[in-house]
T-cell receptor, first 108, second 113 residues
């Protein structure tokens, strides 16, 4: 069953702008992960945030987690055309369940 | 390059054919997974293997048959598929455990005609 739901489904921005994607989930979690997928290719792990963490950074990525609201957000700052991809949140430990993803397009 | 290799990258097969998808990981991971990604649908977890033992079968039709001969190799045997089985099939591996990331292969794009 689908655990995570990303919002929005699609996002189009100009290069240099920030992109924010949200994820909501249904059950309690140990951690939440974010992945990126370029068109028709495999997924690449971006960041893992544990249930006792509220915020985590990795380069231009910032992830927040609010377990009381069962939600997470992924912020990409100063976006680049190369950030164009689909972004997925996933929960479930070693049996990851993914949401439907957000398709991000960054226009040069 | 993630260390997880899938072959073939593309496959076209008829509904009466038998084919196999192969996945190999060189990361020393203990867990391997098959996912299905159809257009406009979330990734669906199909099978999970931990230490070569199948620990999850997510109500997958029997026309999909997984095989894990060792912790580095995973196969998905296909027979008498339907056109709706056309999708991107992704293999992944991980160390196992609740706080580990998954490493994905590039996928096999399967078209059933």
């Amino acid at each position: 069953s689908q655990q995570g739901e990303e919002d929005p489904q699609a996002l189009s921005i100009q290069e240099g702008e920030n992109a924010t994607m949200n994820c909501s989930y249904k059950t309690s979690i140990n951690n939440l992960q974010w992945y990126r997928q370029n068109s028709g290719r495999g997924l690449v792990h971006l960041i893992l945030i544990r249930s006792n963490e509220r915020e985590k950074h990795s380069g231009r990525l910032r992830v927040t987690l609010d377990t009381s609201k069962k939600s997470s957000s992924l912020l990409i700052t100063a976006s680049r055309a190369a950030d164009t991809a689909s972004y997925f949140c996933a929960t479930g430990g070693n049996m990851l369940t993914f949401g439907g993803g957000t398709r991000l397009m960054v226009k040069p | 390059e993630t260390g997880v290799t899938q072959t073939p990258r593309h496959l076209v097969m008829g509904m009466t054919n038998k084919k196999s998808l192969k996945c190999e990981q060189h990361l020393g991971h203990n867990a391997m997974y098959w996912y299905k990604q159809s257009a406009k649908k979330p990734l669906e977890l199909m099978f999970v293997y931990n230490f070569k033992e199948q620990t999850e079968n997510n109500s997958v039709p029997s026309r999909f048959s997984p095989e894990c001969p060792n912790s580095s190799h995973l196969f998905l045997h296909l027979h008498t598929l339907q056109p709706e089985d056309s999708a991107l099939y992704l293999c992944a591996s991980s160390q196992g455990g609740p706080n580990t990331e998954a490493f994905f292969g590039q996928g096999t794009r399967l078209t059933v005609v």
